[in-house]
């Protein structure tokens, strides 16, 4: 994914969804709360459905990508659903390659200096850092970016409302991964007011991660 793109939306929701009719809802309330994003993960059977129907009928300024993609059928099938982006837990040249034939945004996995020297080598410039809250965090991300200053770093995996401003504060860090404020059980529940408020909550810590008050410059 392009650091533009993910500029315009710093919290990228991690969605399990079980009804693709919940779908359009969904992304309304995350836009109502200022999120204009979802990644819908391939982990249910109603996840390509629910990718149709919220590219069929949401506003233009939301965009709606397939997530937990593990390879290029479930790359196309995605893209055939009205996906515009997705995203993978690791890196598979070969979903890189169809993402770019294909034309839409791709953000794989990279965990390692190796992998990320890979990823370099496909001309993949943004990487999904997961599991983060597994592999150090931000002091990895900090360590990983100094000999590789050219790359953007989006960390999956623990984070949450506690550390979405530390992470957004550094500069390698143009967007976070998270599904507290789509959490499973709010999503089953049709809690979509919950959601929204969370999401709003969530895109107040990202814009004052981003641009800090004098007062309270990190």
Known sequence: MTRGL???S???PVVVIEDADDGPTLAAALLRGGIRCAEITL????????????AAVTDPVFTVGAGTVLNVDQLDAAV?????FVVSPGLDPAVVERARDRGIEVLPGAATATEIQHARRLGVRTVKFFPADR?????TISAL????????FVPSGGVSAANIGDYLAHASVPAVSGSWMVARSLVVGRDFDAIERLSREAMGLATAARHPSPGNAR
């Not at 055939?80 to 515009?84: N, T």
């Not at 970016?145 to 953007?152: G, N, Q």
């Open 6 to 8: 993910l500029a315009s």
């Open 10 to 12: 710093p919290i990228i």
């Open 145 to 152: 970016a100094a000999p590789f200053s050219d790359m953007a």
């Open 43 to 54: 982990r249910t059977p109603a996840a390509l459905d629910a990718i149709r129907a919220i």
């Open 135 to 139: 592999l150090g965090g931000l002091a």
């Open 80 to 84: 055939a659903a009205g996906a515009a």
